[in-house]
């Protein structure tokens, strides 16, 4: 398990566990983000904005938050 | 026939298409407003079809109805306390699955829904085709298809609302599962709360919802220790939390229930492929920075190489306005007085609302596109770290950049922070950039002070500007805002061209809100400084004996230890107030010189070291009446008076400690 901010561009990975207050990890989960999601990394942390794919939305995270969400590579 | 009215809420997420929805539904005019309390903007408008008379509420986009964010509270609050007579669900048609999840929602809350399957385009080009029929068995609500960007399904939709809405359904229910269920119809029995759904009830409890929570105190309901219980039990049982189980399940149903109402295998990889494509390049590590600044380097010459001589144009014209109608008024024997008020009070006071008019809507202009076009969305990443790094918002750098070309556009350009406190301290901040009216103001002085290194000193005090903002901004945040920097997460649009008409409404709406609403306080403020200049009756205008040389005498002992404390500089600083670019004007007037001989007047009374204390007390004092107006606007009083109160402390400040410890090396 790993946090999602050391994943590289293109990788498939699956979500693991969310870190953070329950507001946040709420948020999260009715976005669409909970555990046992795949979400693929459309651009990481060092080549600019974080950027993750969950199925054909895409979503920019802040950089503190990649450091919340921990993911497992999937398949 | 008798009309018949219908109250009706827009719901669904970011980038749904809502507005463009909304746009058709009503045909774009709407009346902007905020909801009560907080600044989130709210648009309301209406439409006629068949007899029936029916208002259209757009709430905030939003993922669902937990009232966690301020967004999420808006919808709800309007869903239960104002009881409309439905809701339309806009849905992103091609994301079917994470966008439904708010229909379930609504659902489960035992809401009418009509459901608006929009950008229905991208999933026919894909030769894919939705079950509309299966969804309605499932849902029981009125589907309808439409492609609100080219206004098709518009009249389906309309139809629906009027004659679908109030049919009654049997309700709605989700399937949890053995083990959860057993939970909640445990709990439903035992619960009931007026006015809402007890399953809805049962299952909001087991989430932990906090107003429910109160709600059922309040009532005598005595289930806190048994929900605790069972909730425990079953997340043993579980393995991890209820409410995330909760979420996964109800996913679970949209996953299944795609899988059944959609033909083939659903996705677009095709469409992002270029969207992701573009984001390698403008959201790109090394180019990502250089490009934004690029944006907005144009965006800003957009806004004031265009709207500057606009804005020109309509001061001169003002201006001869204000001069012939006085002339007229003086020839057909009107008093010097009455003349006055009609040219600098009262045309004085509309040109100064007038002039921001093109800025503004240039603004706006460039605001929308860049909106519609979704690249705003990204700009906030992009700067994310290093506005972080100041304390601020990703989002905060585009209202900072404005600032320095007119700080009204710059509060303005605020509005996109969804965020209420980061968006408030933004605001707060703002007036610290060194906008363009007071650039006159440093010319004059660093020009006769100094000529050499003009330059420098010019940007010296740029610089200060912005080293406050941080500072300031970081004491607000300690003083009012303790919680942390709202976490940014937010979906990301595919990039889009955006369409003229969207635009245009967009920029309408935001332009004639600042019109209405900050015009009348500008108004209102131009007209009483021309009150205080020219009373008591008799007096010359803005001479020692005006009430404004009364008011700047009274205050001239006050600005002694910053350097200058003669009344003429407390009257400048007055007039500074309406407009920063008035200061030079106010000392050409009070020591009856012209532009030319005003810098040997300035040479006399002031000293180097205090023209700098006295540039930089410019830079800092008081807003200017139509940003105090803005900020009201964006706001309320308090922060409005906050902002006046804070600058003129820290400007006196700084202005006296610049004087003070310059003096012991000088």
Redesign the interface.
């Known amino acids: 398990m790993i946090p999602l901010s050391v994943a590289v561009r293109g990788e498939k990975v699956r979500i693991m566990r969310i870190l ?1 207050g ?11 983000l ?3 999601v795949e979400i693929e990394i ?2 990481d942390g ?6 993750i ?13 990649a450091k919340k969400i921990f993911v497992a590579p999937s398949g | 026939m008798e009309t018949k009215k219908l109250k009706i809420g827009l719901a669904g997420n970011p980038n749904a298409g809502k507005s463009t929805v909304f746009n058709q539904l009503t045909g774009g005019r709407a009346h902007v407003g905020n909801w009560p309390g907080v600044t989130v903007e709210k648009k309301e408008g209406g439409f006629q079809y068949q007899d029936y008379e029916v208002s259209v509420v757009d709430l905030p986009g939003i993922y669902a109805l937990t009232a966690y964010s301020i967004d999420e509270k808006i919808a709800r609050d309007f869903i239960i306390k104002e009881n409309p007579d439905g809701i339309v669900v806009v849905v992103d048609a091609s994301n079917l699955e994470r966008n439904l999840y708010l229909a379930t929602q609504l659902l489960e809350l035992g809401v009418n829904v009509v459901i608006d399957l929009n950008m229905m385009d991208r999933v026919r080009s894909k030769g894919m085709a939705i079950d509309t029929k299966k969804l309605f068995q499932i849902f029981g609500v009125p589907i309808v298809e439409t492609v609100a960007s080219k206004g098709e399904g518009i009249e389906e939709l309309k139809e629906a609302i009027v004659n679908e809405l109030e049919k009654k359904r049997s309700p709605f229910r989700i399937d949890y599962g053995e083990d959860i269920e057993m939970v909640i119809n445990g709990l439903e029995k035992r619960v009931s709360i007026s006015g809402y759904p007890s399953r809805w009830a049962a299952i909001k409890l087991l989430e932990g919802d906090r107003e429910i929570l109160e709600i059922a105190k309040r009532e005598g309901e005595a289930i806190e220790s048994q929900i605790v219980d069972s909730k425990k039990r079953l997340e043993e049982h579980l393995g991890y939390d209820l409410e995330t189980a909760l979420v996964e399940r109800r996913y679970a149903f949209l996953s299944g229930l795609i899988k059944e109402s959609v033909g083939k295998k659903y996705d677009l990889i095709e469409r992002l492929d270029i969207s992701d494509r573009i984001d390698r390049i403008l959201v790109n590590r090394y180019l990502g920075i250089p490009i934004f600044l690029g944006m907005m380097w144009l965006v800003f010459q957009f806004i004031f190489t265009l709207g500057g001589p606009l804005s020109d144009g309509i001061e001169t014209f003002m201006g001869w306005l204000g001069e012939s109608a006085s002339y007229e008024i003086e020839s057909l024997g009107g008093s010097k007085w009455l003349s006055s008020l009609v040219s600098d009070g009262i045309i004085g006071g509309i040109g100064s609302v007038l002039v921001f008019l093109p800025p503004i809507f240039l603004l706006f202009l460039a605001i929308a596109i860049l909106e519609a076009s979704g690249y705003m969305a990204r700009a906030a990443f992009v700067m994310d770290r290093f506005m972080h790094a100041l304390g601020l918002h990703g989002k905060s750098f585009i209202p900072m950049l404005m600032g320095f070309g007119c700080n009204i556009p710059g509060i303005m350009a605020a509005r996109t922070i969804e965020s209420e406190k980061d968006r408030i301290l933004t605001i707060l901040v703002n007036p610290l950039m060194s906008c363009s009216a007071r650039l006159p103001i440093y010319t004059l002085f660093a020009g006769a002070f100094f000529a050499d290194n003009q330059g420098w000193v010019v940007f010296s005090l740029y610089l200060l500007g912005i080293v406050l903002a941080v500072i300031v901004a970081r004491i607000f945040k300690d003083l009012f805002f303790k919680s942390e920097v709202s976490p940014l997460i937010m979906e990301l649009p595919p990039y889009r061209m955006p369409t003229v008409k969207g635009v245009l409404i967009h920029m309408w709406e935001r332009g004639s809100l600042f019109l209405k609403k900050a015009g009348t306080i500008i108004f209102a403020g131009v007209v009483l400084i021309w009150l205080l200049a020219s009373l008591p009756l008799g007096v010359q205008y803005a001479s020692k004996e005006s009430f404004i040389g009364q008011i700047g005498s009274f205050f001239s002992p006050l600005l002694k230890p910053a350097g200058f404390g003669f009344w003429q500089a407390g009257v400048a600083l007055l007039f500074g107030i309406l407009a920063k670019e008035v200061v030079v004007g106010t000392f050409g007037t009070l020591y009856g010189v012209e532009k030319a001989g005003l810098t040997n007047v300035i040479q006399g009374v002031f000293t180097p070291l205090s023209a700098y204390a006295f540039m930089v007390m410019s830079l800092i004092y008081i807003p200017c009446i139509a940003a105090i107006a803005t900020i009201k606007r964006e706001t309320n009083w308090r922060w409005a008076f906050l902002a006046v109160g804070y600058s003129l402390i820290l400007g006196w400040l700084m202005a006296v400690g610049i004087y003070q410890v310059g003096k012991i090396f000088i």
Not at chain 1, 46 to 51: E, L, V
């Open positions: 953070g329950r507001g946040f990890v709420r948020r999260l989960n009715e976005m669409g909970y555990p046992g459309i651009s060092q080549a600019g904005p974080f950027i794919g969950l199925g054909g939305l895409r979503f920019g995270i802040g950089f503190g938050m």
